[in-house]
């Protein structure tokens, strides 16, 4: 991708050497983890090694494959930081008629 910053190309890449770290602790082969998620091996070794051109649904279903769906969104909730939990009390409303 063109558009795509050196800062998010390094990302992908840690996220991507994350992933497979966590493969080969679970023990699962590549092979597996791709049949798992739906994906060719192919994209599977892309999603492996950063590459940003990857489809959203394709990365959700490797990281889901590997038990770890519930964990990434937890992470990026804004009710699991304490900058969100005090935005939200501040625009709740005082009464309810």
């Known amino acids: 991708m063109k558009n795509t910053t050196k800062t998010v190309k390094i990302t992908f890449a840690k996220i991507g050497e994350s992933l497979k770290t966590w493969r080969i602790l679970y023990e699962l ?3 597996q983890v791709a049949q798992r ?10 999603i492996e090694t950063g590459d940003p051109t990857i489809s959203t649904a394709a990365f ?3 990281v889901r494959s590997l038990g770890l769906l ?3 969104a937890e992470s990026i909730d804004p009710l699991n930081s304490d900058l969100g939990r005090a935005r939200l009390s501040d625009n709740l409303p005082r009464r309810v008629r």
């Open 29 to 31: 082969k590549a092979t």
């Open 37 to 46: 998620a739906g994906i060719s091996l192919g994209t599977l070794h892309k």
């Open 60 to 62: 959700l279903e490797v």
């Open 70 to 72: 519930e964990t990434m």
